[in-house]
């Protein structure tokens, strides 16, 4: 029974993103686990910002200094 848990800051992940981040782990826990799919547990959580720490420093605080994890 496999469990995937996916954390997340919580910056407006929207619901469909959500399911397509279940549905593709799900795939790729079958495809390469050959686990069955109906007992792939997937769990996402989300973090407030002031919550997650990166490089010394509070998520937040990087957003505010225009640090962000979107792909350039």
Do not use: F, N
């Amino acid at each position: 029974m496999p469990y995937i848990k996916i954390d997340v800051t919580r910056e407006g992940v929207t619901r469909e993103q959500k399911q397509k981040l279940i549905a593709g782990v799900t795939d790729l826990i079958t495809e390469v686990l050959d686990k069955d799919p109906k007992l792939t547990h997937v769990v996402i959580q989300e973090i407030e910002l002031d919550d997650w720490g990166y490089a010394g420093e509070q998520v937040s605080v990087l957003r505010e200094k225009g640090i962000t994890a979107k792909k350039q």
